[in-house]
T-cell receptor, first 116, second 113 residues
Framework: EAGVAQSPRYKIIEKRQSVAFWCNPI?????LYWYQQILGQGPKLLIQ????????DSQLPKDRFSAERLKGVDSTLKIQPAKLEDSAVYLC??????????????FGNGTRLTVT | GESVGLHLPTLSVQEGDNSIINCAYSNSASDYFIWYKQESGKGPQFIID?????DKRQGQRVTVLLNKTVKHLSLQIAATQPGDSAVYFCAESWNTGFQKLVFGTGTRLLVSP
C-alpha cells in the first residue's frame, strides 16, 4: 500500500512569515495526526482528526497554528506567523481507526521547517 | 538527511550482539505500548506493540517486555545488524474518551560491523 505522503520535504522561512504543510494519509485511514518533532526529542502531538472532526488539539498553539482535514482525507497544517521556536520536523501520521491494538500509526517522512 | 537525536542516550553494540533498549513510562493508566524505529530523515516506523494485559510479546528478532509494577518497558533485538542503527522511541497510550498516544524520549542505537 502507498504510505503517508507529505509535502514539501523542506521549507525555510523567516520569522513572522506563514507556511503550510500538506498531508495525504493512507487510503481508508480514518484517523489523521500532526506531530511536531524538535531535534533530539520524541514527536509531540499537535492535533488528531477522526474523519474530518477534531478529536484532540489540546497541544496546538491555536494563536498561530491551524489545521483542517478536507472531506476526511487530505490535511493541511498552517503556521502564521512563524516563530524561531517552530523550527522542527512536522510529521503526519494516519491509522485505520482509533490508536490502539492492531491499529498502529503510519508516519510520513515529515517536513523539515527552519525559521530564521 | 538530518540527524534525529543528536543529544539522545546512545547504546553502542557490535553486530551480532543482542541489544536491550529501556523505557520508563509515566502514566499508570496506560494500557497499550508501542516501539517505533526512526532512521535519519524518515518518520517513525512501527516495530512491535503490547497490551497491558501481557508482559511479553515476540516478533521477528524483537521482543517487548512490560513490567507494570515499575512502569518499565524494554525492547530486545536479537542478533543486531547494522541496519538496526536508528533512534528508538517507546510510546504509551491510554483512553481519555479517545486513545491518547504519547512518545517518550528516544535512544540511539549504533551498531558496529
Amino acid at each position: 500500500e502507498a504510505g503517508v505522503a507529505q509535502s514539501p520535504r523542506y521549507k525555510i522561512i523567516e520569522k513572522r512569515q506563514s507556511v503550510a504543510f500538506w498531508c495525504n494519509p493512507i487510503s481508508g485511514h480514518a484517523t489523521l495526526y500532526w506531530y511536531q518533532q524538535i531535534l533530539g526529542q520524541g514527536p509531540k502531538l499537535l492535533i488528531q482528526f477522526q474523519n474530518n472532526g477534531v478529536v484532540d488539539d489540546s497541544q496546538l498553539p491555536k494563536d498561530r497554528f491551524s489545521a483542517e482535514r478536507l472531506k476526511g482525507v487530505d490535511s493541511t497544517l498552517k503556521i502564521q506567523p512563524a516563530k524561531l521556536e517552530d523550527s522542527a520536523v512536522y510529521l503526519c501520521a494516519s491509522s485505520l481507526a482509533w490508536t490502539g491494538y492492531n491499529s498502529p500509526l503510519h508516519f510520513g517522512n515529515g517536513t523539515r521547517l527552519t525559521v530564521t | 538527511g538530518e540527524s534525529v537525536g543528536l543529544h539522545l542516550p546512545t547504546l553502542s553494540v557490535q553486530e551480532g550482539d543482542n541489544s536491550i533498549i529501556n523505557c520508563a513510562y509515566s502514566n499508570s493508566a496506560s494500557d497499550y505500548f508501542i516501539w517505533y524505529k526512526q532512521e535519519s530523515g524518515k518518520g517513525p516506523q512501527f516495530i512491535i506493540d503490547i497490551r497491558s494485559n501481557m508482559d511479553k510479546r515476540q516478533g521477528q528478532r524483537v521482543t517487548v517486555l512490560l513490567n507494570k509494577t515499575v512502569k518499565h518497558l524494554s525492547l530486545q533485538i536479537a542478533a543486531t545488524q547494522p541496519g538496526d542503527s536508528a533512534v528508538y522511541f517507546c510510546a504509551e497510550s491510554w483512553n481519555t474518551g479517545f486513545q491518547k498516544l504519547v512518545f517518550g524520549t528516544g535512544t540511539r542505537l549504533l551498531v558496529s560491523p
